[in-house]
């Protein structure tokens, strides 16, 4: 075999392991940064779905409360003016009274027309069911999250990609990990 053979083989022996090796680092590199950006990504919509809670919660409570206010102070105001004709002794008390309860019970039927279903329970069903629906929703982006940060991590971990990893940098994730608050129940108070 001739030198100029030799060379070439050389050089390319030197340049297959070259390219394999920026392949290899290359590969390596970018596929952690897109799994960075993943988790980032998965944070993000754990985040999000943190703030819908935060947003939406308070409102809903307040839209309740004020609906079921309403209808208390309705209803109150209907067993009020009930009991003052109940108790009405005179002819003009009686009338006064009756007054009150026509007056009450219009308003009632106000309501009861702007809303068919005048039932309280009905606003904590959907209440109940939003809450259940928003602390889904946070479980399935903290599920996807943890998925991300466990895919990552195993990467970065094993061998032989864990040297690029310590090369450039990237150190595992941490996981969603639920405080030992979290297991007691949230409470909404009316």
Partial sequence: MSTGKKVIIGVAVIAIVVIALYSFFAGNYNRFVKMDV?????????ENQLQRRY?????????VKGYAKQEKDVLVEVTNARSKVGGA????????????????LSRLMVVVE??????????????????????NR????????NDAVKIYNQAIRTFPANFIAGMFGFREAAFFEAPKEAKAAPQVKF
Wanted: charged share 25%; aromatic share 6%.
């Fill in 38 to 46: 993943a988790i980032k990504a998965a944070w993000s919509q754990v």
């Fill in 55 to 63: 947003d939406l919660i308070p409102n809903l409570v307040e839209t």
């Fill in 89 to 104: 002794g005179s002819v003009p008390d009686k009338i006064a009274a009756n007054n009150e309860l026509t007056s009450a």
């Fill in 114 to 135: 702007r809303y068919p279903d005048l039932k309280s329970n009905q606003n904590f069903m959907k209440l109940q069911d939003e809450l259940a629906g928003t602390e």
């Fill in 138 to 145: 946070i479980a399935v982006e903290r599920m996807r999250y």
